[in-house]
């Protein structure tokens, strides 16, 4: 009787062990939201989900897109995700005013932007000239290029697609070369290469697209942004070497989504995303922020206005004291 329960007691003992280990292996939940709907733009983090990259670190990462009454920035504030993508101008936008954020991932390394004129002109001889601008981008360099260049456009803001721009209705366009660019060419649209202004090759280089969370959320759970981040490197390394994989996983994202593109849009996309990510001197894909764009950014939106301080790198990285509302208010202030 005692040998019995004797063995009963161990295999309890056993049952909760490894019930023990089951709940410490357990994957832990991570929300990240992307800059916009599902595209080849985020093909490395599908990959690092659809591949089991985020699995074996430990991580079940949920990956949702905004939407036009849920922004990154609302699903952020609110706690709706972890982690969200935004661009380096608008990170910058975003401290500066009084909401501390850190940068865990920077995917990119060059700016895509562009301006690109209706009639074959050179943009900046089209002074005061109607200009499309996306009404859910800041469209920063933009409108500190206009009036650094003293070039007084007339904003029209759309919400999407380049028929605007293809029936005449604005002059220029503010574009990306990932996206909007390819449509254009896709469209048969003849662009030549006077027509259009390319920021990065007019001391406009700026990085974009990186990943943020919260200061307080990365205090407190710094090994789980390493090893998202880890993970998301490792997602955009194999999306590199493997694009026809790569492809397969993106479309399955888009039909999932019903968003209205095709593979050959999506191919070009990804092709011109992952030439982004390469280091202007170093030609590697090198996944981090430079300093001295940092600073670049800081100043020329210190000049035209939308900030009044500088974001430091430290500050930006997680690296000094966090700067609270109230203290940036009391600078303000002063």
């Known amino acids: 009787m005692r040998n019995k329960m004797i063995g009963q007691k161990k295999g ?4 909760c062990l490894l019930w023990f280990c089951m709940c410490m292996t357990r994957a832990e939940k991570f929300v990240f939201t992307t800059a916009w709907t599902p595209q080849a733009e985020f093909a490395g983090y599908y990959v690092a989900k659809e591949k089991g990259f985020y699995k074996d670190v430990g991580l079940d990462v949920i990956i949702q897109s905004p939407t036009l009454t849920s922004s990154v920035y609302h699903r952020l504030e609110t706690d709706e995700c972890q982690a969200g993508m935004f661009s380096m101008l608008s990170a910058i936008d975003i401290i500066a005013n009084g909401t501390p954020l850190v940068n865990i991932l920077q995917t990119s390394m060059n700016s895509s932007y562009l301006i690109v004129s209706r009639w074959g002109k050179n943009p900046m001889e089209e002074k005061g000239k109607r200009i499309a601008v996306y009404v ?6 933009a409108f500190i290029m206009s009036k650094k260049s003293q ?5 029209v803001f759309f919400t999407g697609n380049v028929n605007v721009f293809l029936s005449g209705g604005v002059d220029l366009m503010s574009a990306v070369s990932y996206n909007e660019y390819l449509l254009l060419k896709q469209a048969g649209f003849d662009m030549p290469e006077k027509s259009v202004f390319r920021f990065k090759d007019h001391g406009y280089n700026i990085q974009e697209n990186g990943v943020y969370v919260k200061r307080d959320y990365y205090d407190t759970h710094r090994d789980q942004l390493k090893r998202f981040a880890k993970a998301s490197k490792k997602g ?3 999306a590199a070497l493997h694009p026809d994989q790569t492809l397969d996983i993106v479309m399955k994202y888009v039909r999932d989504a019903h968003v209205q593109t095709n593979r050959v849009i999506q191919k070009l996309m990804l092709e011109e995303i992952l030439r982004l990510q390469l280091d202007p001197d170093s030609g590697r894909r090198e996944f981090r922020v430079r300093p001295e764009m940092l600073k670049k950014a800081c100043t020329l939106m210190q000049d035209f206005g939308t900030i009044d301080r500088e974001v430091t790198y430290g500050e930006l990285m997680g690296q000094t004291a966090k700067t609270t509302k109230t203290e940036t208010t009391t600078k303000k202030a002063k």
């Open 12 to 15: 309890i003992l056993v049952f």
């Open 136 to 141: 859910s981008e800041p469209n920063y360099l």
């Open 151 to 155: 070039m007084n456009y007339e904003w």
């Open 236 to 238: 955009w390394e194999w």
